[in-house]
């Protein structure tokens, strides 16, 4: 069977459904992953609360890459790209399948850049943190698309759209990052919860720009003020937030969930696009 044909079967024995909504989490602490708290909490209800996917496809802070790239293979890896923490946490698997024919539709469907299939990443813990709460049985095919660091908001939010005929073949896109993220500035006092003067002012200004559905001031948002300039001191935790923005339809609204500061300059604040 020749590589169209693939295509054409793939796509048509996606289920045919109503079209899925579009995630944005505030990933914080890879310790979420194993722990049971509110922000876990909040993925598991909102999992419940939506169809149940025929594939999740995640834009993770932690997929840097030159260049757009998808994950490829049948079985994913589960990647520890982190350092420091307990060992119960590097024991984690996520053994979800993968979907080479997704990752084939995926960069088909991308018309404003070159998207490689890739054989070499696999599930980090910006994607697999999340999803093993949302769904536990590790059932349902998890791609990655990686960030282009050579791109700006602006074209992150355009290749956004380019992706949006999944949404109508069940396939649920997932940003993973945090809107304030400035672990250089982080407080062990507030670890639990609260956040600086500026985080706040800065998630504020996020927040009010979302529900507005005011994103030319998202895509620039280095006009935004010294708030978010501290806010975003690296823009890989953000931009997952403009493929989110990106597949929003203009009668489609958001509802903001795990909406808190924690750590003095870190923000779990997700959002649901329906």
Known sequence: MDTLNQFKTFTSNLPKSDIMPVLFMGHGSP????EVNEFSKGWSDMAKSISLPSAVL??????????????AMDMPPTIHDFGGFPEALFNVQYPAPGSPLLAAETARLVKTTSVTLDHDWGLDHGAWTVIRHMYPKADIPVLQLSIDYTKGAQHHYELAKELAALRKKGVLILGSGNMVHNLRMLSWEMINGGGYDWA??????????????????????????SEVRLAIPTPEHYLPLMYT????A???????????????????TSIKIA
């Open 245 to 248: 923005l990106g597949l929003q």
């Open 58 to 71: 995640v834009v993770s802070a932690h997929w840097f890459t030159h260049g757009t790239k998808v994950t």
């Open 250 to 268: 203009e009668k489609e609204q958001v509802e903001l969930f795990n909406d808190k500061a924690v750590g003095g300059s870190l923000t779990m």
């Open 200 to 225: 706040i002012e800065a998630s504020e200004k996020f927040k009010t720009a979302i529900l507005n559905k005011d994103h030319q001031s998202l895509i620039h948002y280095e006009n935004l003020g």
């Open 31 to 34: 310790m979420n992953g194993i």
